[in-house]
């Protein structure tokens, strides 16, 4: 499927604990480590709106290398957001500052769902260029490329924003499940799309978000999400390079979205990784689940959460789990120091790795 010649990242310790390798050191990134925690980023993005630093290469592959030099994570995750695709297929939507994504014409109705577009590879040339430079860029770290799951941008474009109950969506999945599907469906192709132009990019991983999942049953989550999010992973898997699947207060779905075919399973900080483990089941790694709130509570109790996960984690590989990913369980709070962040990494690396 790649056009790109894959980049020999053997001694990477995030694609080995991703991948049941022994890593030499324990790898961590965070979610969110790009954005506004950094000086350096607000100074770049200064009067830039969001989504047009999306679209520009040179910004994408500075703002993504900011954390990297920075903080030495072990991976970069590439600089965009979950809604890049559906603007790049030409929905009329904005990303506003403290808010989220704003969709101008919500999608309500069977007719909305048939009027939506499809997806162009050539219509994120922007953020495969920005790839492309990353590449050059990071050396041996291996770049992480994302999209939103089904649910969740379907979420985004339902309720015509962010939404705490996301009434309206599960009004439509339940009440008309016809068009619920089809508009998953459809959503569905736009993110495998995405996916797909930034692996024949060169990304070294892929991560899909589905935030939101969290809001549903079990049952829902099976009927109404599974599928779509299945055939996602499904059609990426001959790329062969890791797939890791992340929601937010997922300790319910999460051996549901470990069936979804991800390779490796975000946790948020909700529940342990030892019972993450027992629910996701063995053969996939784990990625997590430090508190992001954590990190404003000193450096006593940040080292204590990082060595009781640290522990876990370890338990967590002696009941089957193929590797761990030290993360936080969310993103990177905006108010977060970034020398706190700085310092927690150099703890996780001074941390035996798991073996
Ligand atoms: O993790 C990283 O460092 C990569 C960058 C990244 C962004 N968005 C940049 C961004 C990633 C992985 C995303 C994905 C994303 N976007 C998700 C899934 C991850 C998650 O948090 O669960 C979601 C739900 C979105 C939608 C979205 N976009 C939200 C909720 C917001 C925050 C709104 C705000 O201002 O508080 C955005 C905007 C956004 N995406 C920012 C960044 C750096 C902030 C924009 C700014 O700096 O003005």
Known sequence: ??????RPLTDAPFLAAATGGVPHRRPVWFMRQAGRSLPEYRE??????????????ELVCEITMQPVRRHRVDAAILFSDI???????????????????????????????????????????AVTAGVKLLLDALG????????????????????????KNHERTKAMMLADPETWHQ??????????EFLCAQIDAGVDAVQVFDSWAGALSLAQYRKYVLPHSERVFAEIASAGIPRIHFGVGTGELLGAMGEAGADVVGVDWRIPLTEA??????????QGNLDPAVLFAGSAAIESEVRRIAREADEAIALGAKGHIFNLGHGVLPNTDPGVITETVALIHSLPAPL
């Open 183 to 192: 508009l998953l469906g459809v959503l569905t192709d736009i993110t495998i």
């Open 83 to 125: 809604v890049v695709p559906l603007k790049a297929a030409g929905i009329d939507l904005d990303i506003v500052a403290g808010v989220g994504p704003v969709v101008t014409n919500p999608v309500r109705t069977v007719a909305d769902v048939r009027a939506l577009p499809r997806l162009r590879a050539e219509e994120v040339g």
């Open 1 to 6: 499927m790649s056009t790109h010649t894959r």
């Open 277 to 286: 483990a027992r629910r996701v089941g063995p053969g996939k790694a784990l």
């Open 140 to 163: 041996d770290t291996p770049l992480i490329g994302f999209a939103g799951a089904p649910f969740t941008l379907a979420s985004y474009l339902v309720e015509g924003g962010p939404s």
């Open 44 to 57: 770049v993005r200064a009067g830039i709106g969001m989504l047009e630093s999306c679209f520009d290469p």
